[in-house]
C-alpha cells in the first residue's frame, strides 16, 4: 500500500524523536520513498546521519545553508503524497496553526498542499495546556490528520496523555492519507471475522481454523476508501485498522445478535466469519471427566447468521463466503440463491497459501448474474480491495 509513495518525515524537538527512526525504517522496508527533515532543536535529539544512513538521502535542517540552498522548502513542498510530523512539539504545533514559518520544517509544511499528518508527543501538562488544545483544533478544523498521543508513561518518568501514540496507529494514519481512491465515502459497511468458540465445558471449546485475516483486511480496506466500518470479530489476534468501530464476540449466537444489532442502517454486509454450523446440545457445567468409556456429543444446528440477515435485506449490498472441498460451484450458487446474497467469495482451501491463518488468498468470486472470476493468488487486502470494486459497482447500479 505504501509502495512508491513519496513520504517527507518531519521530526521535532521531542524525547520521542529516537522513535522516529524506527518509523522511518518501517516506511523504507514498505518501498515507500522517504525524505527526512528535522528542526534544530530535534538534532540535539538525534543525529541527522541516523536519517541520513537509514534513507539515503540528506536531510533538510537548514533553511538557510551555506551553500546550495534556493527554495529547498518549495521543492520540499511540493514532492511528496505526504508529511508526516513525527513527533510533533507543542511549539512546532503552535507555529503551524499560527502560519508561522521560521525554520525548514515549519516553512515547508506551510508551502505543502499534500496531507500533513501531526503526531503530537509531549508532556501530560503541555498537552492539557488550553492554549496547546486550541491550536491542535485548529490543526483538525483546518484538515490536518492528528494522530492523537496516547496514555501511560511519559519520557519524565509521569503517567498520563501525552504519549506518542503506537507506530501501528501512525502507519495507519499514512495509509489512509496515501489513499487517493474514497469511493465509499457515506457508506456503512459491516464486516463480520474470525471463527466462534463454543464452550463444550469451562475449559474446552469447539471452534475452527479462521484466523480472521480475510475479514480485518476487507475492514480496513473499506475504511481506507471512506466508508464508516462495523467489524464483528470472534476470538482473533488480529489488529483492527485505527477508526473501524470493533466489537468482539465468541459464539455464533452472539455474532447473530451482533449482526442483527447493527444490520439496520448499513449499505453492504460482508460476512467473512467462519461461524459455527452446530454446536453442543448442552454445556457441562463441570469440566468432563475422562474415562475409559467413548465421549459421544451431541451437536443442534446454529441459525444461519446470512439466511437471517436477508429478511429486510432491501437495497443492502450482501456479500457470503463460501468453503468447499467437493461440487464448489453448484453449492455455492445454491447458497447465494437461498440467502439471497449479490456475490459470493468462494475460497479455494486445497490450495497452497490460500485460505485459513496466511495472508494470501486464492479465490473465485460469483455474481448473481452468475458472471465468474477467478483470481490469481493475491495477499488478503489485494482480494478485500477487489470484493469492495465488486460492491461498489453494485452499489452504483442501484
Ligand atoms: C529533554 C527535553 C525533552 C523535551 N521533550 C519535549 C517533548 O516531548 N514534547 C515537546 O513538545 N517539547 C519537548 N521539549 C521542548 C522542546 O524541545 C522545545 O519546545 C523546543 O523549542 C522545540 O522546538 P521545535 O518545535 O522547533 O522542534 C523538550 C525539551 C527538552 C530539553
Redesign the pocket.
Known amino acids: 500500500m505504501l509502495q512508491d509513495k513519496k513520504i517527507v518525515v518531519g521530526v521535532?524537538?521531542?524525547?520521542?524523536a529516537y522513535k522516529a527512526a524506527e518509523l522511518v525504517r518501517y516506511l523504507i522496508k514498505s518501498a515507500a520513498h522517504v525524505r527526512v527533515m528535522m528542526?534544530?532543536?530535534?538534532t540535539?535529539?538525534i543525529s541527522p546521519l541516523t536519517f541520513e544512513t537509514l534513507t539515503g538521502h540528506a536531510v533538510l535542517t537548514d533553511l538557510f545553508p551555506a551553500a546550495g540552498g534556493g527554495t529547498l522548502h518549495i521543492d520540499w513542498a511540493r514532492w511528496p503524497d505526504t508529511v508526516l510530523l513525527c513527533?510533533a512539539?507543542?511549539?512546532?504545533i503552535a507555529?503551524i496553526a499560527n502560519g508561522l514559518a521560521d525554520?525548514a520544517?515549519t516553512t515547508t509544511v506551510a508551502a505543502c498542499t499534500a496531507p500533513v499528518i501531526v503526531c503530537p508527543?509531549?508532556?501530560k501538562e503541555?498537552y492539557a495546556n488550553p492554549l496547546y488544545q486550541q491550536n491542535q483544533n485548529k490543526l483538525l478544523q483546518n484538515g490536518y490528520l492528528v494522530v492523537t498521543p496516547g496514555q501511560g508513561e511519559l519520557?519524565c518518568g509521569e503517567v498520563g496523555w501525552g504519549r506518542l501514540a503506537e507506530l501501528d496507529e501512525i502507519v495507519d494514519a499514512v495509509k489512509t492519507a496515501v489513499t487517493v481512491k474514497k469511493d465509499f465515502t457515506g457508506k456503512k459497511v459491516l464486516v463480520t471475522a474470525g471463527p466462534t468458540y463454543e464452550a463444550l465445558d469451562p475449559v474446552r471449546y469447539l471452534g475452527n481454523r479462521s484466523s480472521g485475516k480475510m475479514g480485518f483486511a476487507v475492514a480496513e480496506r473499506a475504511a481506507l476508501r471512506g466508508a464508516q466500518v462495523t467489524l464483528i470479530t470472534g476470538p482473533s489476534h488480529e489488529r483492527a485498522f485505527s477508526g473501524v468501530s470493533l466489537q468482539r464476540v465468541q459464539t455464533a449466537a452472539q455474532m447473530l445478535e451482533a449482526v442483527e444489532k447493527h444490520l439496520v442502517d448499513q449499505d453492504v454486509l460482508i460476512m467473512a466469519a467462519a461461524v459455527s454450523d452446530y454446536i453442543p446440545g448442552s454445556v457441562s457445567p463441570q469440566k468432563i471427566k475422562k474415562s475409559d468409556a467413548e465421549l459421544l456429543l451431541r451437536l443442534v444446528r446454529t441459525r444461519d447468521i446470512l439466511q437471517a440477515a436477508a429478511s429486510g435485506k432491501g437495497e443492502r449490498i450482501h456479500v457470503g463466503f463460501s468453503l468447499e472441498t467437493e461440487n464448489e460451484i453448484p453449492y455455492s450458487l445454491h447458497k447465494m440463491e437461498q440467502k439471497d446474497l449479490d456475490l459470493i467469495v468462494l475460497n479455494n482451501p486445497l490450495e497452497p497459501d490460500a485460505g485459513f491463518e496466511v495472508d494470501t488468498n486464492v479465490v473465485t468470486l460469483l455474481h448473481r448474474s452468475g458472471q465468474q472470476e477467478t483470481w490469481p493468488k493475491l495477499s488478503k487486502l489485494e482480494v478485500a480491495d477487489r470484493i469492495l470494486d465488486a460492491v461498489q459497482n453494485l452499489l452504483t447500479v442501484r
Open positions: 521535532t524537538g521531542g524525547i520521542a528542526t534544530p532543536a530535534a540535539h535529539f513527533p512539539t507543542a511549539n512546532t507555529k525554520n520544517v508527543a509531549m508532556n503541555m519520557a
